[in-house]
């Protein structure tokens, strides 16, 4: 396909990762000093006095100088409005990336870049996309998922074994202790690969302390232990699960015998760091180059849960158009349609639980749009989401042409979804 590298990065608030496709098909870490070093630390340090910038393990040593500031949090930065030193400081660390795996690639051309975050939504995928295009990329050729996506694009690369009960990935470092769940449905295409999360943040709050405090004892590490063993263990008595995933920092740099002994009973158990850069990988392959898993939707957090129909009547038949899919981003999935009703006196949506297998329905009144001969109001039906779980759609009267002006009226409803 041409020269230069398919790049994933991890960017992750205490370590970034990147691996690129080999062959434009299998991801592969890059490392940074030596071959067995692969996390970078997300920081960045400019030394006043020499006036020079430094990213990495490098910022990390030059941030205890005299006359160096260090920058770390650089996920959250891209996380609201920036200002002109924020989008500085984050130029910075990622033109050290792209320099550390061209030059490990022994390539100068990267065609396209897949950014993997914790926290995925509009803000941060407008920042990240506009500092890449500051450094000469064209924005189609840089993409933005989540971390749980990332989860879900490496879980479908693997074997069907893997996924052919549910997989669960407990991920722990300093900034996120949480729990994701993988169930792939195949009952029907599309198989919807849906994911559920949770928050395991109070385990530590039980205890009153982290992992990550240089204070905690080896009593306190224990009772972690034991406290993930049995509520993983409440997770394995509900379902049946092939695979359990365990990574971040926090896995790395303490014992977990108590949680080891409970999950590894007839399931494949797994522990390492390159998990969520390798999916990235992975969707940049399916995203970019080559589109292996076309039969599978992904039902995630940032992504859309439901289909959403509106009803219209074509040639006497009944008929729904989709304002919206399942599995859509759901920041990116406005929409605007023209219709035009018979007579307007209500319009009527159906909300497709397909997960759930259940349906929802509602209404627009629009009783109080202009009488008209049949057939001779136009209306413009504007769908989008606010947020994640909430929609809006509104509808306005636009008229017919030179024979009915619009009437400037409109009708609009919010609800969760």
Wanted: net charge neutral.
């Amino acid at each position: 396909m041409g020269k230069g590298i398919i790049l994933g990065i991890d960017f992750s608030m205490d370590f970034t990762q990147l691996a690129y496709l080999e062959n434009d098909v299998t991801p592969k870490n890059i490392h940074t000093k030596n071959k067995d070093t692969f996390q970078i630390p997300t920081t960045v340090c400019y030394n006043k006095e020499l006036m020079e910038w430094s990213s990495g393990d490098e910022a990390v040593s030059k941030g205890r100088l005299n006359n160096s500031t260090s920058y770390t949090n650089l996920p959250k930065m891209c996380n609201k409005k920036m200002r002109k030193d924020d989008r500085e400081v984050v130029k910075v660390f990622m033109e050290y990336l792209l320099d550390l795996a061209r030059r490990r690639c022994k390539t100068r051309v990267i065609r396209n870049i897949l950014i993997s975050v914790e926290d995925l939504n509009p803000t941060i995928v407008d920042n990240i996309k506009k500092i890449f295009v500051e450094m000469g990329f064209e924005k189609k050729q840089v993409r933005i998922v989540s971390h749980t996506e990332s989860f879900v694009y490496f879980i479908l690369n693997q074997n069907s074994d893997i996924w052919v009960n549910k997989v669960l990935l407990v991920n722990y470092n300093k900034y996120d202790f949480s729990l994701r769940k993988l169930s792939v449905m195949k009952s029907r295409k599309p198989y919807v690969a849906d994911v559920e999360e949770k928050d395991y943040s109070f385990l530590e709050n039980k205890i009153k302390e982290k992992l990550f405090n240089a204070e905690m004892d080896d009593n306190a590490m224990v009772q972690l232990d034991k406290a993930l063993a049995r509520q993983l263990a409440k997770e394995l008595k509900d379902d049946v699960v092939s695979a359990i995933y365990l990574v971040g920092q926090g896995f790395i740099d303490a014992n977990w015998d108590n949680t080891i002994k409970e999950i590894c009973e007839n399931r494949r158990v797994f522990q390492g760091n390159n998990l969520f850069v390798k999916g990235a990988a992975y969707a940049a392959k399916e995203i970019f180059h080559i589109p292996t898993l076309e039969e599978f939707v992904i039902s995630c957090e940032g992504r859309t849960r439901v289909k959403i129909t509106m009803s219209l009547k074509k040639k006497d038949r009944d008929s729904a158009i989709a304002l919206s899919d399942i599995g859509q981003h759901w920041y990116g999935s406005n929409k605007t349609i023209e219709c035009i009703m018979e007579e307007p006196t209500v319009a009527e949506f159906t909300i497709h639980d397909i997960i759930n297998k259940k349906t929802d329905h509602f209404e627009l009144d629009l009783t109080g749009f202009p009488k008209r001969p049949p057939k001779t109001t136009r209306l413009e039906v504007n769908f989008k989401y606010l947020t994640e779980h909430e929609i809006e759609v509104e509808i306005k009267d636009l008229g017919f042409g030179e024979f009915f002006e619009a009437s400037n009226k409109s009708v609009k409803k919010t609800l969760k979804v």
